[in-house]
């Protein structure tokens, strides 16, 4: 029997704030035994959750649906604003189960909109405080607070945060789309007298930190703003609602200014106790005064809210001159750091933040950033005795943090998009574990809302990282929701003519500068095809195809000689710190728009778009192979650089470029090179993540672990025999940035091809189970949660034995590929369910739905 479990909307569990018309359920199928298959399901909508049966759901009866999906299923009932809904689904195999456990979403303003509510704001000398005192007169049934303050609003009620979130709401391009968030403020209440407020502060929307990519000169740039409206609803039926407009109240606060470059300065002279609860006198406030609303339509957010996620005390603390201390916390990470001291009265305490330490300092630079002062957050003491801080308002990258002014006790507060954790990896080859973990939190410190490239110096959302990192980011974290959120972003950021920026959002640079850049821009397709892969997520696909058609106009009518002109190429392979190698980046940029052709066409078969994209996509590697493929030679060249490029090989190798007749020739000198480099790589950021891979593919997987496993210059391995703890921008010893998640997608090999998994399509429908790449490594496994529920892979090997157990949820078919000189050499368990297998160049292969399978082969 069938048990639904996991209930989801919208990819989340209770959202508030649902703005979607037709909000999507899913569900994970569980059963016992071997081969389960959902063959119907039943979902029922009800007001409340005691009405959740047939025979009173008042709400929405799919009734009964001869279906397999678990996903993506449309909610055909009506929806009103401001409403919770209860559901609940039972499913059928052979036989009806038994309902689920009851969830619930609730639905946002919808077309109310924020009714008579104003965009408010003011002048002030610092980060503006706004409050508005109300009364509640009898029994609160629920109250919800849907609020946008930009560039971020700390929201209180009575005192109280409204939420744990932190820098919210997300960044996005203010001309375009503002987002708002739904709190349930219900418990915050109180009879009588209560009082509503919010600290504003910069952010991307009012930056004034000058810099090059001219983040304080936007289209949007303005001065903090905060627009709200609380719903307050009463068991008597009763609705009041406090919205923001000209009786609100406004003042200049403590926290004098804030910058996500630069830092914050907060001088605690000038704090207001009780200025956001009931009994404050705000009669020497101002008036706040309505403002000019941002141009972009305003959505309820539903993306995971930045929080902080951990705290961590530090692991050494050094006075390295007088009255100057370094704070050692023992890993690089993004965050803040929150502080306690007993300092007097007016003393200045300054944090530098930073990832490395030169010269007894902590190194704090940024040659895009105008000024000295990078990462330095500012505390006035108040001198009234213990007292504690932290920002509210800027985020840093960094290890080490320079005390200077007044002794302070420091921790680390570690801060990114609250996204769930979905894999767990363990080998007993040790540098693969520190890999994973090192990729992993390298990735979160570049999660704030969008994905950037580095906490430290940019925060900026480079297209071509995500392109590189996204199967790797993937495959470790469900990203559903948040990578959902940056394609509307990218969607958002596009021109007129159909171009697409290298930095999304954008400030309006990125079309000129370092532009056109194929590579990076590229990613759109990329992603939208990686989304349906890992969740199935047709709507997205027909969401974006417009948008996608034009971007992909913009691209091909710039196609000169069946080529795409790039400017960046494969960015920062060894040896080449400002940028990529002298080579015809051409190639590379007529590679990635080959397969961004290629999976527009995948997408336009999904969703049932006739397209041309394959034919163009086959112009192109004609361009290619004429202009760069040495047919004599058996490789891929450019006349403007005389050196063998691995990434120029690589590439097509990976994208199906290479015509048949020469394939096995560019794979066998692409080995050869890297030997001949003492194994090892000379790729940039485009090469990194498919050279092991492709290695592995032709029978050189001997090869891609010598790489891997690689200690000496340039490899993941030096960086950490030089104390790393995640992965680095550059391959020398002086890297800029030390949180750089693109050149660190050697776990995609890890666990596609050391543990063996592999996700097909359509949302894990398909998995290849394959561990291809064992030398070195007696064991691995990974667990996966995907959107159909756990896969988990494990292997060990003992002499010529291995076992391989494979779990499989229900409506995935796994491709199991076992090692073995023949198929007579594998036992399967069950071997009933299991069936007969076949055998391919070393694999005996089964295919097998859902259930725990044991293989065991005597001949690996």
Wanted: aromatic share 10%.
């Amino acid at each position: 029997m069938l048990t639904p479990r996991s209930l989801k909307t919208e990819y989340a569990a209770q959202p508030l704030g649902v703005e979607v018309p037709r909000p999507r359920f899913s569900w994970i199928a569980v059963a016992p035994g071997y081969g389960a298959t959902q063959t119907a399901y039943q979902i029922l909508v009800a007001s409340a959750p005691e009405l959740l049966t047939p025979e009173s759901a008042d709400v929405w009866d799919s009734g009964k649906v001869e279906s397999a999906r678990t996903f993506g299923i449309e909610y055909d009932g009506p929806t009103a604003a401001r409403t919770r809904y209860h559901w609940t689904v039972r499913l059928w195999d052979d036989q009806g189960g038994e309902w689920a456990a009851p969830e619930w979403f609730e639905t946002g303003v919808l077309d109310e909109g924020f009714g008579a509510a104003q965009w408010i704001g003011g002048a002030t000398d610092s980060a503006p405080l706004l409050r508005r005192a109300f009364a509640v007169d009898g029994t609160v049934r629920r109250a919800r607070l849907y609020a946008s303050g930009l560039g971020y609003a700390d929201l209180r009620l009575n005192g109280h945060a409204v939420s744990d979130a932190v820098l919210d709401p997300g960044f996005t391009a203010y001309d375009r789309t503002v987002l708002y968030v739904t709190h349930d403020v219900t418990e915050l209440l109180q009879a009588g007298d209560n009082v509503v407020g919010a600290e504003l502060g910069r952010g991307f929307f009012g930056l004034t930190s000058v810099n090059v990519w001219r983040w304080h000169d936007t289209p949007w740039t303005a001065d903090p703003r905060l627009i709200a409206r609380l719903v307050v609803e009463y068991d008597d039926g009763r609705v009041d609602e406090v919205v923001t407009d000209e009786t609100w109240r406004i003042s200049g606060g403590p926290t004098l200014s804030d910058s996500l470059y630069t830092g914050e300065t907060y001088d605690a002279r000038r704090a207001l106790p009780g200025w956001d609860a009931a009994g404050f006198d705000d009669s020497s406030w101002s008036a706040a005064s309505a403002v000019e609303a941002p141009k972009g339509k305003l959505t309820a957010q539903a993306h995971e809210p930045i929080r902080v996620v951990e705290t961590v005390d530090p692991v050494e603390v050094t006075e390295v001159r007088l009255g100057v201390w370094i704070v050692d916390f023992g890993r690089t990470v993004a965050g803040w750091t929150r502080l306690s001291t007993t300092a007097p009265a007016g003393t200045t305490i300054s944090l530098t933040h930073g990832e490395t330490v030169a010269d007894g300092n902590v190194a704090a630079w940024n040659v895009h950033v105008d000024g000295d002062r990078i990462q330095r957050d500012e505390y006035i003491a108040a001198g009234t005795g213990v007292e504690t801080w932290e920002p509210r308002f800027s985020y840093k990258g960094f290890r080490y943090v320079q005390i200077e002014g007044a002794a302070a006790d420091l921790q680390l507060r570690v801060v990114n998009s609250d996204v769930p954790s979905v894999t767990r990896f363990s080998s007993t080859q040790a540098p693969y574990e520190q890999f994973e973990r090192a990729m992993r939190r390298t990735i979160l410190s570049n999660l704030h809302g969008i994905p950037t490239d580095t906490p430290y110096f940019e925060k900026n959302g480079w297209t071509g990282d995500a392109q590189v990192g996204a199967p790797t980011m993937l495959a470790t974290l469900d990203l559903a929701r948040f990578f959902t959120k940056w394609l509307g972003d990218i969607r958002d950021s596009q021109a007129d003519s159909g171009q697409l920026p290298v930095i999304v959002p954008t400030s309006g640079w990125g079309f000129t500068d370092l532009s056109p850049a194929t590579e990076w821009p590229t990613v759109y397709p990329f992603l939208l095809r990686e989304m349906y892969r890992w969740y199935g997520d047709e709507r997205l696909l027909r969401e974006h195809w417009d948008s996608l058609t034009r971007y992909l106009a913009w691209e091909l009518d710039r196609v000169e000689d069946g080529l795409s002109v790039s400017v960046l190429g494969d960015w920062l392979p060894p040896g080449f710190g400002g940028g990529p190698a002298p080579e015809d980046r051409r190639l590379t940029g007529t590679a990635y728009l080959y397969r961004a052709l290629v999976v527009a066409a995948e997408i336009g078969e999904v969703i049932g778009q006739p397209n041309e994209y394959r034919k163009a996509a086959d112009g192109l590697a004609d361009g290619l192979n004429r202009t760069f493929l040495d047919r004599a030679e058996g490789r891929y060249r450019s006349a403007d650089d005389p050196d063998y490029r691995q990434t120029s090989n690589a590439v097509p190798l990976a994208f199906g470029i290479v015509p048949d007749e020469f394939v096995e020739q560019v794979a066998a000198g692409l080995a050869a090179d890297v030997e001949a480099r003492g194994f090892h790589l000379n790729t940039g950021c485009l090469g990194v993540g498919v050279l092991l891979p492709v290695l592995t593919a032709h029978g050189y997987g001997d090869v891609a672990t010598k790489v891997a496993l690689q200690r000496s210059y340039p490899s993941w391995g030096y960086w950490f025999d030089l104390g790393a703890d995640t992965m680095w921008e550059k391959w020398e010893d002086d890297s800029r940035s030390r949180n750089h998640y693109f050149q660190g997608t050697v776990v995609q090999w890890i666990f596609e091809n050391v543990a063996g998994l592999r996700v097909v399509d359509a949302g894990s429908e398909r998995i290849v189970v394959r561990p291809d790449a064992r030398d070195e490594v007696d064991s691995a496994s990974i667990r996966t949660e995907t959107i159909r529920g756990r896969v988990a892979v494990s292997w060990k090997k003992t002499a010529r034995v291995l076992s391989l157990d494979v779990q499989v949820p229900v409506g995935t078919t796994a491709e199991v590929h076992v090692p073995s000189e023949r198929a007579a050499d594998v036992d399967a368990v069950p071997q009933a369910f299991a069936g007969s297998a076949t055998y391919d160049e070393g694999y005996t292969i089964y295919t097998v739905g859902a259930g725990l399978w044991s293989f065991t082969s005597r001949s690996a």
